[in-house]
């Protein structure tokens, strides 16, 4: 769920208004999809919401992610600006679809 951005001139209050209901509503728009990359070690998510000190929180939305998740072999190796990157293992099994949200 995305939420609403007043634009830093914005004066109208219904609309500054509307923005806080629904940040309180816990709408955000630092959510995102990400599914590993097949074949690799490692994916790289790029959305401009992160910055170094960003915590990704990732969860499981495949069969497929859940077991990668179990395998524990999955980690977030880097945080940066506009980007993060997840560690994984070497596998040819697509479908490991994770849903993530970033925070702080």
């Not at 859940?66 to 070497?90: C, D, K, L, P, R």
């Amino acid at each position: 769920m995305t939420a609403f951005v007043p634009g830093m001139a914005e004066t109208d209050l219904k609309k500054i208004i509307l923005a806080l209901q629904q940040l309180a509503a816990g709408r955000s728009n630092a959510t995102g999809t990400v599914t590993l990359a097949t074949g690799a070690a490692t994916t790289t998510v790029a959305d401009p919401n992160c910055a170094a000190g960003t915590v990704p929180l990732l969860v499981p939305a495949s069969a497929n992610a859940a077991t990668e998740v179990g395998n524990g072999t999955m980690y977030v190796s880097s945080v940066a600006n506009g980007a993060f990157t997840i560690s994984h293992a070497n596998s040819a099994t697509a479908g490991r679809l994770f849903l993530y949200a970033l925070q702080g």
